[in-house]
């Protein structure tokens, strides 16, 4: 008999347990820029420095924190069920916490990519200068989706929202499209569970609301869903 499939959305909620500030504050800017200066192609063309000064910061920051319970909890072996994540966040705590079935919607910060040259991704923990190429002598940038990007991995991630059994969404309001638009291809009958202290109104014929942090959250989702196994 086959696993169950349990598909996760996770967003930059679950990752604000570990320290790692979501981008948009209140007022809308992303640590005191306009997103589209630092997060976007014609921010790109205008600035470099300023836009590699934005990712040097927050790679440095991503390498001093760690996975917490929440991300522990989804990469815990459950017998029976085989869990994908799939994020929104460009952090590597999923990773880090033991989850092997990881898609990154937004790319990643510990990766860099060609900018002429799309398909050299390259592993990338140090700060990305002026000047840094890859092998074909192009500048290296952020291996991040920026607005008016297209996402590449939002056909896998579709793909593998289909086949789920049960969903988990925590941490993401889901306002952000094309992310926003994945709830739609889950199947009517796979329970989902919403993780959120502070959860957006969600239409779906089999929600159930948890209205908690991701750390105290998602044990209770997921020792709902072995009751269902």
Same mark, same amino acid.
């Given at each position: 008999?086959?696993?169950k499939?349990? +598909?996760?959305l996770? =967003?930059?909620?679950?990752?604000?347990e /570990?320290?790692? %500030?979501?981008?948009?504050?209140? &007022?809308?800017?992303?640590?005191?820029?306009?997103?589209?200066?630092?997060?976007?192609p014609?921010?790109?063309?205008?600035?470099k420095?300023?836009?590699?000064?934005?990712?040097?910061?927050?790679?440095?920051q991503l390498?001093?924190?760690s996975?917490?319970?929440g991300?522990?909890a989804?990469?815990?072996?459950?017998?029976?069920l085989?869990?994908e994540?799939?994020?929104?966040?460009?952090?590597?705590?999923?990773?880090?916490?033991g989850?092997?079935?990881?898609?990154?919607l937004h790319?990643?910060?510990?990766? +860099?990519?060609s900018? =002429?040259?799309?398909?050299?991704?390259? /592993?990338?923990? %140090?700060?990305?200068?002026?000047? &840094?190429?890859c092998?074909?002598?192009h500048?290296?940038?952020?291996?991040?989706?920026?607005?008016?990007?297209?996402?590449?991995?939002?056909?896998?991630?579709i793909?593998?929202?289909?086949?789920?059994?049960?969903?988990?969404?925590?941490?993401?309001?889901?306002?952000?499209?094309?992310?926003?638009?994945?709830?739609h291809y889950?199947p009517?009958?796979?329970?989902l569970?919403?993780?959120?202290?502070?959860?957006?109104?969600?239409?779906?014929?089999?929600?159930?609301?948890?209205?908690e942090?991701?750390?105290?959250?998602?044990?209770?989702a997921?020792?709902?869903?072995?009751t269902?196994?």
């Amino acid at each position: 008999m086959r696993n169950k499939k349990l +598909v996760v959305l996770s =967003g930059a909620g679950i990752s604000a347990e /570990s320290g790692i %500030k979501t981008f948009r504050d209140a &007022d809308g800017l992303w640590e005191g820029h306009d997103v589209m200066e630092v997060a976007s192609p014609e921010g790109w063309q205008k600035n470099k420095a300023l836009v590699l000064d934005f990712y040097n910061q927050r790679r440095k920051q991503l390498l001093t924190v760690s996975p917490n319970k929440g991300h522990n909890a989804l990469a815990a072996d459950i017998p029976g069920l085989e869990t994908e994540i799939i994020t929104q966040n460009v952090d590597d705590l999923h990773e880090r916490a033991g989850s092997k079935q990881v898609t990154h919607l937004h790319g990643e910060l510990l990766k +860099v990519r060609s900018t =002429g040259n799309p398909s050299l991704v390259y /592993s990338w923990e %140090k700060d990305i200068e002026i000047g &840094d190429c890859c092998e074909e002598n192009h500048q290296l940038r952020p291996h991040i989706v920026w607005f008016g990007e297209a996402v590449p991995m939002l056909d896998k991630a579709i793909d593998i929202v289909q086949q789920a059994d049960f969903v988990i969404v925590v941490g993401t309001s889901l306002q952000v499209y094309p992310a926003a638009g994945l709830l739609h291809y889950a199947p009517n009958h796979a329970p989902l569970f919403y993780v959120d202290p502070k959860p957006a109104s969600v239409s779906h014929p089999s929600i159930k609301v948890i209205a908690e942090k991701a750390s105290t959250g998602i044990p209770k989702a997921l020792n709902k869903i072995k009751t269902l196994l």
